[in-house]
């Protein structure tokens, strides 16, 4: 049986490296500003970028559950 790691649906590792979250997650400059354009406050702005981003990495947009919560975590402060 093929794993699912090889399968047309990718889907996150458990454990993700501070490496691949910063290279995978971290907006460029013109992503940011694409973003800003489209949204009024700063949770959908962050929405809107960790879609695109999850996109970009997976070429299908996951849903909620499967997005890991490093991914998804912000740092308050």
């Known amino acids: 049986m ?3 790691e090889r399968t047309a649906y990718p889907q996150f590792k458990r454990l993700t490296s501070a490496r691949v979250l910063h290279v995978f997650f971290t907006p460029t400059v013109e992503e940011r500003a694409w973003a800003q354009e489209r949204t ?3 949770q959908a702005l962050f929405a809107v970028v960790l879609v695109l981003k999850c996109f970009q990495k997976m070429a299908r947009f996951p849903s909620r559950q499967e997005i890991p919560e490093v991914v ?3 740092e308050e402060g």
């Open 2 to 4: 093929t794993s699912i």
């Open 40 to 42: 009024a406050s700063p």
């Open 72 to 74: 998804a975590f912000i």
